[in-house]
């Protein structure tokens, strides 16, 4: 059984007031991580693998598989 089906389980059994107050306190957690982790930029991909594209020219080879 994996970990998760593990911790389900036992959440199950716990009374309803008990898994709110779980939720509650994830949903904490959750949220600080998500807000103190960095936001990445799509910027940071720029020039990204250019060197598969040394010697190749963009005009050609977009005649290539316009033809294929």
């Known amino acids: 059984m994996s970990t998760y089906s593990t911790v389900l389980n036992q959440v199950l059994k716990l009374a309803p007031d008990e898994q709110m107050r779980l939720i509650s306190e994830l949903f904490t957690h959750i949220r600080q991580r998500v807000i103190l982790s960095p936001k990445r930029s799509i910027l940071e991909l720029s020039g990204l693998g250019k060197e598969i594209w040394h010697g190749i020219d963009a005009q050609e ?8």
């Open 61 to 68: 080879y977009v005649d290539r598989e316009r033809n294929s």
